[in-house]
Every structure is written in C-alpha cells, then in structure tokens.
C-alpha cells in the first residue's frame, strides 16, 4: 500500500501537467503549431494509454487482496475480456513509448538543418508515422495471443499479478534490439542537434548546450535502465532475481511515461509562461527569439 501512496504521489501531478500542457497547446494552436507540439500530443496520447495499462493491470491488482473489493473484479476480468491481448499491450506500448522519442529526436534534427523543406513534410505526414508505429509492433506482440492470461492471486503476496504462459522470449528477442536501436538513433540525432546549434548559434552556447544536455541525459538514462531492466528480466527469467527486477522496473516505465510534461515545463518558456498565468503568475511579455524549440528530449 506504501508503495501505491508514493506511485499516486508523483503520477497525479504529473498527470495534471499532462492536462495542463496539452490545454495550453490546443488553446494557442496558432503559436504552438509546429511539427514538434503535433508530436507532442500523439506522445501524450501514448503515455495515457501506458498510464491507464499500468494504473489497472498492475498497480491496482498489487493492492488487492483475495477478500479485497476488486478481487471480484479481476475475475470478472478473467472470463470476459481478451486477456493476451491486454498482457500484449504492456510490450505494445515499450514498443511505441521508444519509438515516439526516436521520431522527436529525428523531427527536431530534420527541422533544425532544414525548416522550410522539413517542417511542412512532419507537419502533413507525421501522423501516418504514427498510425505505422502504432500497428507494426504487433508483428511481434501478437505471440502472446497464443498463451492463455490471466489475472492470478499470488498466496506468496497476498496479491493478484497479471500473468502468462508466454515465454519472455517470444516477445524481448525483438523488443531488445529495437530498444537498444532507438536509443542509438535518438542519441544519435541530440548530439547532432546539439552540434548543430551550438554552430550556428542559434542561442548562446552555454544555454544550448546546458539545455541539450540535461533532457538528453533525462530520457537516455531512464530509455537506457529500461533497456537494461528489460535484458535483466530475460536473462534471469528462471531465477529469483527476477523478482527484484520487476519490483523496480514499474518506477522505471513510469519515469518513461510521466517525466514528458515536466521537461517540457521547465525547457520550454512559453508553456511555463502560459502554466503558470494559469496558476496564477504574473503575466511578462517575452520576445520569440527562436522557431525552434529546445522542448523535450526523444
């Protein structure tokens, strides 16, 4: 119960920003128009539906207990709703979660050499992108639909688990690879931003290189423990130690899916401008000195 207290603790909040962000943007659509708000918000979309995957198969069944209220629930779960299918999602959305912060890292570099060619192309097609990342992990998730699932009652715990017959295998030999790739090509495409701007001093160096370097190091690190957590799950698959892991890797996912609206909050002035006239704050009157913006790290 400590554990979901503290779970709540940061998730509500960030939560709220997520709102609070994605309200800002659609209401001053004309301002945050670019091809990277657009991203942005199918990102948000991702991260809910991530939210909403880990808030009801994990962390509500480790709170209840056989004589618990939900317990009926999970059962009812059991014998009406697609279980593989619900299980497979948990991979699905590493798949698209990684995938999404590879296309902003590639977005931001593509419109950083060449806005004029660059940002109308994201603009018109970025959302045929997206519908691809949406259904091409399924080629991989769709194993688990030939494994029964189901939502277990662990004596051991005294709480239910989300489980399956389906070997870790049949999904990780290429979700890994895709994992370690992503994050290369994100690595990859920030250094070059970084690089790039620090060139043409588009901003004062010191600023670009402060900035990159603190959302690159934020989102390469959770994508890299991720990474590492989910090869760890693997390779101890039939030892105990597997235990340990996957009492961590739940904090890791959720950094990964709730860390977006903060960045974006302290990176970008004019969404911190906005929040916090929202909130409250006093409104200033700040000049645009820049079209592209240093917002979130892929």
């Known amino acids: 119960m400590i554990t979901f207290i503290v779970y709540l603790l940061y998730a509500i909040p960030s939560l709220i920003l997520y709102f609070m962000t994605l309200f800002v943007i659609i209401k001053n659509k004309s301002e945050f128009s670019s091809s990277f708000f657009q991203l942005y918000c199918y990102d948000c979309l991702v991260n809910f539906a991530t939210f909403l995957k880990v808030f009801t198969t994990l962390r509500l069944p480790e709170i209840t207990c056989h004589e618990c209220l939900l317990a009926s629930s999970f059962e009812w779960c059991n014998k009406y709703l697609p279980m593989p299918f619900i299980y497979s999602m948990g991979y699905h959305m590493a798949f698209l979660q990684y995938g999404i912060t590879t296309i902003i890292s590639l977005n931001r570099l593509t419109v950083l050499l060449n806005y004029k060619l660059f940002e109308p192309l994201w603009k018109k097609y970025c959302w045929i992108i997206i519908l691809l990342l949406i259904f091409l992990p399924s080629l991989s998730t769709s194993a688990a639909f030939n494994y029964p699932s189901q939502f277990t009652y662990l004596n051991s715990t005294d709480y239910y688990s989300l489980t399956t017959e389906m070997p870790l295998l049949e999904i990780y030999v290429s979700l890994i690879p895709f994992m370690i790739i ?35 190091s934020t989102t390469l690190v959770i994508q890299m423990i991720g990474t590492f957590l ?69």
């Open 182 to 216: 992503a994050i290369i090509i994100s690595l990859i495409a920030n250094y070059s931003s970084f690089k790039f701007v620090k060139k043409v001093q588009l901003w004062k160096a010191s600023k670009a290189e402060s900035n990159f370097l603190k959302i690159l």
């Open 230 to 298: 989910s090869t760890g799950m693997l390779v101890f698959e039939q030892s105990d130690f597997k235990t340990n892991l996957s009492v961590i890797r739940p904090f890791v996912s959720d950094g990964l899916t709730l860390v977006q609206p903060w960045l974006l909050y302290i990176f970008s002035h004019s969404i911190r401008k906005k929040i916090n006239t929202m909130l409250g704050g006093r409104k200033t009157s700040v000049a645009t000195t820049s079209r592209i913006l240093i917002g979130r790290s892929p």
